[in-house]
């Protein structure tokens, strides 16, 4: 049977990450936008919600980032303004030239969690 110290520590850091989770659902995805009376439209809307915010952090943790929801949000929209910016322009980017411009265009905003 663990300590009870170590029980309170545990259950500190669940609280911890829990409070943080719902507090980049509602930053960054929505998770209180949705203005539906229908039970099942707001469990999908709340579902949607969550779900990104998974799929955000597991991006980030599959990058190899310790990214926030926020910072993996910004990274993302840089990379299709950049893609879009390349294929608007007609011409193909040459990735080993301008590797350091394309580094600095994608991170741009962009900050590690804290």
Excluded: W
């Amino acid at each position: 049977m663990p300590s009870p110290n170590r029980l309170l520590l545990s259950l500190k850091k669940l609280c911890k990450a829990s409070h943080k989770f719902f507090r980049d659902a509602k930053q960054f995805t929505g998770l209180t936008h949705c203005q539906a009376r229908n039970s099942k439209a707001l469990s999908f809307a709340f579902n949607a919600s969550l779900t990104s915010v998974n799929i955000a952090r597991a991006f980030a943790r599959q990058q190899g980032m310790d990214l926030s929801v926020g910072s993996t949000k910004t990274l993302l929209h840089n990379a299709a303004m950049v893609e879009r910016f390349i294929s608007m322009s007609g011409k193909h980017a040459d990735m080993r030239f301008n590797n350091t411009d394309f580094k600095e265009l994608l991170f741009y905003g962009v900050r590690a969690a804290v």
